[in-house]
């Protein structure tokens, strides 16, 4: 889930921070710098890991700063495509679930990607998986006993499999114009975000499997 990755930047200190050891302040520089940022093709920045090498700090004409070039380590989130993770149903829609560990939200489960058959309750705005059903249609599910369904609700803590992870780079800038024509700028897009699956065995809402898990007495019997 949490990675590795070296990066090198020039840090400035201010001069209110020259008593501070330079170790110190660079690493909070680091942090004010990058942490919860997206580096594109890298993932979501936690903190810094470590200093691997700091050079001499440097002052530069009219701002009164020390410069210093540096490389380290920082941690960075991203999950391995095929990783096991746990996450909290954060909502549903007639499109899928979108799910968050805490500090990253943009993780979603398509509908292509829910267990089958499943449809979407727009009554509970919850998805739900009815197993061993021949149904085929959302109209034919949305007809069944409700004490049959086995809803993924909101709040609720699924596991769940990463399938790929998508970076998207939202340029600035007025709308662009083609052929003299305004173009209408798309909506706003997360800079990370992540699709994931449950739709296979020991994946979804962890109380789904909990009943399927070997007793630990019967274990030690056998």
Same mark, same amino acid.
């Given at each position: 889930?949490?990675?590795?990755?070296?990066?090198?930047?020039?840090?400035a200190i201010?001069?209110?921070?020259?008593?501070?050891?330079s170790?110190?302040?660079?690493?909070?520089?680091?942090?004010k $710098?990058?942490a919860?940022?997206?580096?594109?093709?890298?993932?979501?920045? =936690?903190?810094?890991?470590?200093?691997?090498?700091? #050079?001499e700090? $440097?002052?530069?004409? #009219?701002? #009164?700063?020390?410069w210093?070039?540096v490389?380290f380590?920082?941690?960075?989130?991203?999950?391995?495509?095929?990783?096991?993770?746990?996450?909290?149903? $954060?909502?549903?829609?007639?499109?899928g679930?979108?799910?968050?560990v805490?500090?990253?939200?943009?993780?979603y489960?398509?509908?292509?990607?829910?267990?089958?058959?499943?449809?979407?309750?727009?009554?509970?705005?919850?998805h739900?998986?009815?197993p061993?059903?021949?149904?085929?249609?959302?109209?034919?599910?949305?007809?069944?006993?409700?004490?049959?369904?086995?809803?993924?609700d909101?709040?609720?803590?699924?596991?769940?499999?990463v399938?790929?992870d998508?970076?998207?780079?939202?340029?600035?800038?007025?709308?662009?114009?083609?052929?003299? =024509?305004a173009?209408?700028?798309?909506?706003?897009?997360?800079?990370?975000?992540? =699709?994931?699956?449950?739709?296979e065995?020991?994946? #979804?809402?962890?109380?789904?499997w909990?009943?399927?898990?070997?007793?630990?007495?019967?274990?030690?019997?056998?």
């Amino acid at each position: 889930m949490f990675v590795l990755s070296i990066i090198k930047d020039t840090i400035a200190i201010l001069p209110t921070n020259f008593g501070v050891p330079s170790a110190q302040a660079l690493i909070s520089e680091i942090n004010k $710098k990058y942490a919860n940022r997206v580096l594109h093709d890298v993932g979501l920045c =936690i903190c810094v890991f470590d200093l691997v090498e700091a #050079g001499e700090g $440097k002052v530069r004409y #009219g701002d #009164g700063c020390l410069w210093y070039k540096v490389r380290f380590r920082m941690v960075v989130f991203r999950p391995f495509a095929s990783e096991v993770i746990l996450a909290k149903v $954060k909502s549903s829609d007639e499109d899928g679930i979108r799910l968050s560990v805490g500090f990253f939200d943009d993780i979603y489960v398509p509908l292509a990607y829910l267990p089958q058959p499943s449809a979407f309750d727009p009554n509970e705005r919850a998805h739900f998986w009815l197993p061993d059903s021949e149904a085929t249609t959302a109209h034919e599910l949305l007809e069944s006993a409700t004490a049959d369904r086995m809803y993924i609700d909101q709040g609720e803590v699924v596991r769940v499999r990463v399938e790929a992870d998508e970076f998207y780079d939202d340029e600035p800038g007025p709308p662009k114009a083609s052929e003299g =024509i305004a173009v209408k700028r798309e909506a706003r897009r997360a800079p990370y975000s992540m =699709i994931c699956s449950i739709a296979e065995q020991g994946l #979804g809402p962890v109380p789904w499997w909990k009943s399927a898990q070997p007793d630990g007495d019967a274990m030690e019997e056998a």
